[in-house]
């Protein structure tokens, strides 16, 4: 049967090909619905291992996949939803490419559009620190780093403006910013000494956090195990403290230091996206959507809400690749079980614990029942992410890519 043939089917509109939204189609019985996704873009994006792109310890095409290949039978559409005409029905929708505006009209509306950084109104944010949401955000941070190798390289600079062009300031505590300082840390680290030696010693990574602890939400113990390991690495770690304003090369923290440096980058927080502000839906304090146990909308009954733009359960659920998946997979069932006129059961989070990347082969693995650390830990790691990568070409990609960085270093090319 051709896949949008038939006008009998309920018409179902997806916002955003991220974990929620991706897991949700791939396990959609599609026949049953006439499907269309709306994305900027037109792949999925396996966020886990963005730092390690970041780094060239994976390629970035390694950790991408293709919607229209691997959703066969969802019409694809590369935009951005811009408002939602709820009485007709109505998604406003502008083109990724040329910017034309459309509208989409559903019958079931799912609203996965994940978020964005939050600055806090910390001024100079916005403007002066890069973040790690995109694969062009990735690539200009990877550009940024080997731009300042590049500049240290100018002859004639004193020992000051070395040091400033290769401090590479991290913000945030949390996984995103331990990874990415990590591998920063493994990339100076690893390839500083063969390609640049004469600059070692005047590089430097530092890592800021708010709060008194790294890794809030891990198991203690190992937030403190990071803590020892960054400093055994030489990893600059400042805890309790707060940045003040950023300016375009230097952080300044409210206790009055001011830290000059090459780059900055913010991983210190989540905040909406613009869309979700314009929709007039009932948002939690951190404004992500108010979603019932079914993922409804309490106002609307056909829209639901899933992953980091949703606030379900009380507490609500971290912002994790595990629940927007969790979430997007119990979605597939639950549209079909209320087409079908079947009792839908409510949305239950099965936490399977958290990993992180801590640097120079050594991971964090917080499991209900263990909480490991260290080599062992790294493998764990590895081996999982090989298992959630989501095809069979993007596993084996990723997996070449470690052999060949392990064997021939990374590649430092400048584009
Ligand atoms: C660098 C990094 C590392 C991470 N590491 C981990 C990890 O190790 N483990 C873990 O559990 N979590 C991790 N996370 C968090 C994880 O990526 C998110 O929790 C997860 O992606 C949320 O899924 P989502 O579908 O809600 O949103 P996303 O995956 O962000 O997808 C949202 C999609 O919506 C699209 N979109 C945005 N606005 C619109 C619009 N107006 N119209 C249509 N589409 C729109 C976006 O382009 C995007 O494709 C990491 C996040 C980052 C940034």
Same mark, same amino acid.
């Given at each position: ?130 973040? =790690?949401?995109?694969?062009?955000? /990735?690539?200009?941070?990877? #550009? *940024?780093? !080997?731009?300042?190798? $590049?500049?240290?390289?100018? +002859? ?118 613009? =869309?979700?502000?314009?929709?007039? /839906?009932?948002?939690?304090? #951190? *404004?992500? !959507?108010?979603?019932? $146990?079914?993922?409804?909308? +309490? ?117």
């Amino acid at each position: 049967m051709e896949p949008h043939a038939t006008q009998q089917r309920p018409r179902l509109l997806v916002l955003g090909c991220g974990f929620a939204g991706f897991s949700l189609l791939r396990r959609l019985r599609l026949q049953a619905w006439d499907t269309t996704l709306l994305t900027p873009r037109n792949y999925f994006l396996f966020t886990p291992l963005l730092p390690s792109a970041v780094a060239g310890s994976v390629e970035l095409r390694s950790i991408l996949e293709p919607a229209r290949r691997r959703l066969r039978h969802v019409r694809v559409i590369e935009g951005s939803a811009v408002s939602v005409d709820w009485s007709a029905r109505e998604v406003t929708c502008r083109g990724a490419v040329g910017g034309e505006v459309f509208t989409l009209p559903w019958d079931h509306l799912v609203i996965a559009v994940g978020n964005t950084f939050a600055d806090f109104g910390i001024p100079g944010v916005a403007e002066h620190t890069r973040k =790690l949401y995109t694969v062009e955000e /990735a690539q200009a941070i990877r #550009r *940024g780093l !080997l731009e300042q190798l $590049a500049r240290a390289e100018v +002859p004639g600079l004193t020992a000051d403006q070395l040091r400033q062009r290769l401090t590479f300031v991290v913000i945030g505590g949390g996984p995103t910013g331990v990874e990415a300082a990590a591998e920063i840390h493994d990339l100076l680290e690893e390839e500083l000494t063969q390609a640049y030696p004469e600059l070692v010693p005047y590089a430097k990574v530092v890592l800021i956090e708010a709060q008194d602890r790294l890794l809030s939400g891990f198991d203690e113990a190992l937030g403190t195990y990071t803590r020892r390991h960054f400093g055994r690495e030489g990893i600059d770690v400042r805890t309790g403290a707060k940045v003040a304003s950023i300016e375009p090369n230097a952080v300044q923290l409210a206790g009055g230091e001011r830290i000059d440096c090459g780059l900055i980058l913010w991983a210190a927080g989540n905040a909406p996206v613009p =869309l979700i502000q314009t929709l007039g /839906a009932r948002c939690d304090g #951190r *404004g992500r !959507l108010l979603a019932d $146990a079914f993922l409804r909308l +309490p106002e609307h009954e056909e829209v639901f809400a899933c992953g980091d733009c949703a606030a379900v359960g009380e507490p609500p659920l971290p912002a994790t690749a595990q629940v927007a998946q969790q979430q997007g997979a119990y979605l597939a069932k639950a549209l079909d079980d209320r087409r079908r006129g079947r009792t839908v059961a409510p949305f239950r989070f099965r936490a399977q614990g958290m990993l992180a990347y801590i640097g120079s082969g050594q991971a964090l693995a917080d499991l209900p029942l263990i909480k490991w650390s260290g080599r062992g830990a790294w493998f764990f790691w590895r081996s999982v992410y090989i298992t959630k990568l989501v095809s069979p070409a993007n596993k084996a990609k990723v997996l070449f890519d470690w052999i060949k960085a392990h064997l021939f270093g990374r590649d430092l090319s400048r584009f």
